[in-house]
């Protein structure tokens, strides 16, 4: 298959790496795996706070998704997309619906302390 990019925060260790890597290897055709949480509890309890988010601890893309989706995009934070969450939320809104977009973990990232604020990225095939 097509090499893969696992981009994993520096700030929080990621105790189960291992799992979750497990996890993107499985999916069939991944090319795009976030962290997407989407809810109606703060409606439901009348608050006016996002009931969805992004969560880009740990995330999985494709060379080839990147390159198409992501690549010279960063030059537009902060003034289109506010950080690096928000333009991969954009990436995941404008793609969900492909094949190989997934947009929850069945393995919640389970991280311990706090670290320095160094990316990590992890290849593999």
């Known amino acids: 298959g097509e090499r893969m990019i696992v981009k994993v925060t520096g700030r929080f ?3 189960n790496i291992d799992k979750m890597v497990r996890e993107f290897s499985r999916r069939k055709n991944l090319v795009y795996s976030i962290d997407i949480i989407e809810h109606g509890l703060y409606r439901m309890l ?3 706070w996002a009931a969805s ?3 880009t601890i740990i995330y999985a893309i494709s060379t080839g998704f990147y390159m198409g989706n ?4 960063y030059r537009q934070i902060p003034s ?3 950080g690096a ?3 991969m939320r954009a990436v995941w809104d404008e793609t969900r619906n492909q094949p190989g977009v997934y947009s929850r973990f069945k393995t919640e990232p389970r991280l311990s ?4 604020g160094e990316e990590l990225c992890v290849a593999y095939s």
């Open 113 to 116: 302390g706090v670290g320095g």
């Open 53 to 55: 988010k992004s969560r």
């Open 70 to 73: 992501v690549y010279g995009r």
């Open 13 to 15: 260790p990621v105790l």
């Open 80 to 82: 289109v997309y506010g």
């Open 85 to 87: 969450e928000g333009l």
């Open 46 to 48: 009348g608050l006016n």
